[in-house]
């Protein structure tokens, strides 16, 4: 098991009231929270890694590239050191 834990950013109304967000005409925008800087190069390895492995499954990237074709750890990386992936160490 690892110690960092998959967190999700953004969240929106929705997911929290599903019953305003359905009487609402107004188009729901994302609230995206900034994770705390990782402080470690164990940790951003690991984290990196992580993120990774979600973006090689599918996930869509949470920054713009130029490029058509960028690696996926590459992608995690630059997420990570904007403060785009929330994560969490869990207690031992």
């Known amino acids: 098991m690892s110690a960092v834990e998959r967190w999700p950013v953004e969240t929106t109304d929705e997911q929290h009231n599903p019953q305003t967000a359905v009487e609402s005409d107004e188009v729901m925008q994302p609230h995206v929270v900034l994770a705390p800087p990782v402080t470690s190069r164990f940790l951003f390895i690991n984290v990196s ?16 590239t130029t490029e058509t ?6 992608l995690a990386m630059e ?7 929330a994560w969490q160490v869990l207690p031992a």
């Open 49 to 64: 890694a992580m993120r990774a492995k979600q973006l090689r499954r599918g996930a869509k990237p949470r920054v713009e």
């Open 69 to 74: 074709r960028q690696k996926a750890e590459r």
């Open 79 to 85: 997420e990570i050191r904007r403060g785009l992936i």
